[in-house]
């Protein structure tokens, strides 16, 4: 019964939170929020946005989190890491990242990376 109440809260509210191991000794908080724009009644949802944020603890990266704003266009993404090695190193993937994304029909919008000290 409290798995059936939980779903029915995501469905309802329409967000989902999980704290987690994704694999051995890997924990992970995630969450995805559908973006309530404002709609009149029976128009599409083309203009719905979902928000997901995600943050974990990288072996060659440390404390990594990371926001994906998903549209209809595309999506908007936005990096932290604990420091400038760090941020510099995601930075120096992103065209493989925005390669990647475009073959898969996901245009990246705006990429963007700060470290813990920004």
Do not use: C, I, Y
Request: charged share 25%.
């Amino acid at each position: 019964r409290p798995l059936v109440q939980q779903q029915l809260d995501a469905a309802a509210t329409q967000r989902l939170v999980w704290h987690g191991e994704v694999w051995p000794n890997q924990a992970m908080d995630w969450e995805l929020v559908r973006e309530d724009e404002r709609r009149a009644e029976g128009e599409e949802a083309e203009n719905t946005a979902w928000r997901t944020s995600l943050r974990l603890d990288m072996p060659n990266l440390g404390h990594v989190e990371a926001v994906l704003r998903l549209t209809a266009t595309g999506m908007h993404l936005a990096l932290s890491a604990p420091d400038d090695a760090g941020a510099r190193r995601l930075r120096a993937a992103s065209p493989q990242l925005a390669t990647a994304l475009d073959a898969a029909g996901v245009p990246l919008l705006s990429f963007k990376v700060r470290h813990g000290a920004d």
